[in-house]
């Protein structure tokens, strides 16, 4: 059974999309910590980030710098965040997330319910400063 993020990548699910290679797939999360909140997924569906091939752990750190280097000239933070948490959806993924203080990548606070168009912009700034 493919996951949700298998489904936005084989576009059956819509999803502001950042970035896209062969092995990867880039896009803003629609529940987001702060604004430019984006997720990176691998397009092989693999559960644990730990069982991603050697090989994939580093051309998918390679693939998301250029977006989080966008992602940090687009709003205002001390830098991008990375995390990975894993436990919300069954296929490997990393967040990128504009931080200040370390406190910002607490997933237990409510995430932000932004518009279409608030997401649009999102994207918009994080597409123009790739």
């Given at each position: 059974?493919?996951s949700?993020f298998?489904?936005i990548?084989?576009g059956?699910?819509?999803?502001y999309?950042?970035?896209?290679?062969?092995?990867f797939?880039?896009?803003?999360?629609?529940?987001p910590?702060?604004?430019?909140?984006?997720?990176v997924?691998?397009?092989?569906e693999?559960?644990?980030?730990f069982d991603?091939?050697d090989?994939y752990?580093?051309?998918?750190?390679?693939?998301a710098?250029?977006?989080?280097?966008?992602i940090?000239r687009?709003f205002?933070?001390n830098?991008?965040?990375i995390?990975v948490i894993?436990l919300?959806?069954?296929?490997?993924?990393?967040h990128?997330?504009p931080i200040?203080r370390?406190?910002d990548?607490?997933?237990?606070?409510?995430?932000?319910?932004?518009?279409t168009d608030?997401m649009?912009?999102?994207q918009?700034?994080?597409?123009d400063?790739?």
């Amino acid at each position: 059974m493919s996951s949700v993020f298998s489904k936005i990548i084989a576009g059956e699910i819509p999803s502001y999309k950042i970035a896209e290679d062969e092995y990867f797939f880039a896009f803003l999360d629609i529940a987001p910590l702060v604004k430019g909140h984006v997720l990176v997924v691998p397009k092989q569906e693999v559960d644990k980030i730990f069982d991603v091939s050697d090989e994939y752990l580093g051309r998918w750190l390679l693939f998301a710098k250029p977006i989080a280097k966008a992602i940090e000239r687009s709003f205002p933070c001390n830098r991008c965040g990375i995390a990975v948490i894993g436990l919300e959806v069954p296929h490997a993924h990393m967040h990128l997330v504009p931080i200040n203080r370390s406190g910002d990548l607490d997933f237990t606070r409510p995430k932000l319910k932004l518009s279409t168009d608030d997401m649009k912009a999102v994207q918009k700034k994080i597409l123009d400063a790739l």
